[in-house]
Nanobody, 115 residues
Framework: VQLVESGGGLVQPGGSLRLSCAAS????????MSWYRQAPGKEREWVAT????????DYADSTKGRFTISRDNAKNTVYLQMNSLKFEDTAVYYC?????????WGQGTQVFVSS
């Protein structure tokens, strides 16, 4: 299993970013995909999950209405569209999936919200 995130960067409050996660090494369309984040000095927290088949999604209360998770099974890629970003969204964002008996993680991509 390999998960490679991209798309992080520096953004002003109220701005937007779209994160991508390219997956390989497993049958992508068979698995739910999730995003997590870890802010400095805090524990890693769940952000959102998208399921398949169906494409339904769940969101943490802190991101609901601002973030949208989506997937492109043809590209083996999951996305996280982040709008109305706040200072408290600053974190390293990780793509994740449970494949087999363990949860796999990408290396993370840094999002920094600052004016």
């Amino acid at each position: 299993v390999q998960l490679v995130e991209s798309g992080g960067g520096l953004v002003q409050p109220g701005g937007s970013l779209r994160l991508s996660c390219a997956a390989s090494g497993f049958i992508f369309s068979n698995y739910a995909m999730s995003w997590y984040r870890q802010a400095p000095g805090k524990e890693r927290e769940w952000v959102a999950t998208i399921y398949w088949p169906g494409g339904s999604a769940d969101y943490a209360d802190s991101t609901k209405g601002r973030f949208t998770i989506s997937r492109d099974n043809a590209k083996n890629t999951v996305y996280l569209q982040m709008n109305s970003l706040k200072f408290e969204d600053t974190a390293v964002y990780y793509c994740s999936a449970v494949v087999g008996i363990g949860r796999s993680w990408g290396q993370g991509t840094q999002v920094f919200v600052s004016s």
